[in-house]
């Protein structure tokens, strides 16, 4: 089943905006990333956030946290017109056995308007 | 380095066919997966593999099998094809336990007639 529920599940700006998109989770995780999926391709890590850290940055990227809402957002500042894609947050926890697995959402589909 | 690679981009199938979906990374990582994605969808978990010649199945395995005789590759069988399997197939490897990315292959885009 599916850990991570992104919300919006789309969203449309105009260039030079700020995105932002939120993830909600279910159970306790080792941590969460966020993945970028350009239309037709496979998918590119973003950022990786530990569940011992509660911010960090990455260029115009910056997630948020929160373990005791089991909560991340993910916010791309300054937007462009190549950042329209599928951004999907996965939660990595142990699945047991010493496997972890990562768990993803379904997703947010983000326009950027020139 | 490669990264993932997957063969063949695109498959058509028709019901009751087999085929293989193959999958291979030159990072020397342990772990392998295989994921399929449908319109709307985030990834479902097929298989995995922690290490040569040890696989587990996810969330979605029926109809599937892998094996893994070496570090480098990680097939994915379709036995007996079915239009249910019409999807995207992904396969992704990491480094290890917890605290590491995974890196995707570019997919393989397969329909079932």
């Known amino acids: 089943s599916q850990q991570g529920e992104e919300d919006p599940q789309a969203l449309s700006i105009q260039e030079g905006e700020n995105a932002t998109m939120n993830c909600s989770y279910k159970t306790s995780i080792n941590n969460l990333q966020w993945y970028r999926q350009n239309s037709g391709r496979g998918l590119v890590h973003l950022i990786l956030i530990r569940s011992n850290e509660r911010e960090k940055h990455s260029g115009r990227l910056r997630v948020t946290l929160d373990t005791s809402k089991k909560s991340s957002s993910l916010l791309i500042t300054a937007s462009r017109a190549a950042d329209t894609a599928s951004y999907f947050c996965?939660?990595?926890?142990?699945?047991?056995?010493?496997?972890?697995?990562?768990?993803f959402g379904k997703g947010t589909k983000l326009s950027v308007i020139p | 380095n490669a990264g993932v690679t997957q063969t063949p981009k695109f498959q058509v199938l028709k019901t009751g066919q087999s085929m293989t979906l193959q999958c291979a990374q030159d990072?020397?990582?342990?772990?392998m997966s295989w994921y399929r994605q449908d319109p709307g969808m985030g990834l479902r978990l097929i298989h995995y593999s922690v290490g040569a010649g040890i696989t587990d199945q996810g969330e979605v395995p029926n109809g599937y099998n892998v094996s893994r005789s070496t570090t480098e590759d990680f097939p994915l069988r379709l036995l007996s094809a079915a239009p249910s399997q019409t999807s995207v197939y992904f396969c992704?490897?990491?480094?290890?336990?917890?605290?590491?990315?995974?890196?995707f292959g570019p997919g393989t885009r397969l329909t079932v007639l």
């Open positions: 992704a490897s990491r480094a290890g336990l917890g605290t590491d990315t995974q890196y």
């Open positions: 996965a939660t990595d926890a142990n699945s047991g056995a010493g496997s972890y697995q990562l768990t």
């Open positions: 990072m020397n990582h342990e772990y």
